[in-house]
């Protein structure tokens, strides 16, 4: 059974840093495309970064320069280094992962960032 565990949130002042931590198991790890997604109160879920299985990673234009998404095969976890905080990337942050072998999407439970002053 695929299972991803988010952390590393948690309450930051602007212009702060955190660094959200997603561990999976259960799946091909080094091989899939994985993503950080989230959803901030009263909006729709968007996405912010994405990692291939090559470590080719892109993101949403608002998080470009201050997130930075990584992953480590050996620990099958992705991580997402987030700096500059501002008040409006405070949201649920939800890792996933398409398995390569299945095609399917799986999902974490979703890790709180709130960016207050």
């Known amino acids: 059974q695929v299972q991803l565990v988010e952390s590393g949130g948690g309450l930051v002042q602007p212009g702060g840093s955190l660094r959200l931590s997603c561990v999976v198991s259960?799946?091909?790890?080094?091989?899939?495309?994985m993503g950080w997604y989230r959803q901030a109160p009263g909006k729709q879920r968007e996405l912010v970064a994405t990692?291939?299985?090559?470590?080719?990673?892109r993101y949403v234009d608002s998080v470009a320069g201050r997130f930075t998404v990584s992953r480590d095969n050996a620990k099958e976890t992705m991580y997402l280094q987030m700096s500059s905080l501002k008040l409006e990337d405070t949201a649920i942050y939800y890792c996933?992962?398409?398995?390569?072998?299945?095609?399917?999407?799986?999902w974490g439970q979703g890790t709180q960032v709130t960016v207050s002053s």
């Open positions: 996933t992962t398409k398995d390569v072998m299945t095609s399917q999407d799986y």
């Open positions: 259960g799946s091909s790890f080094e091989l899939n495309f």
């Open positions: 990692i291939t299985a090559m470590s080719d990673t």
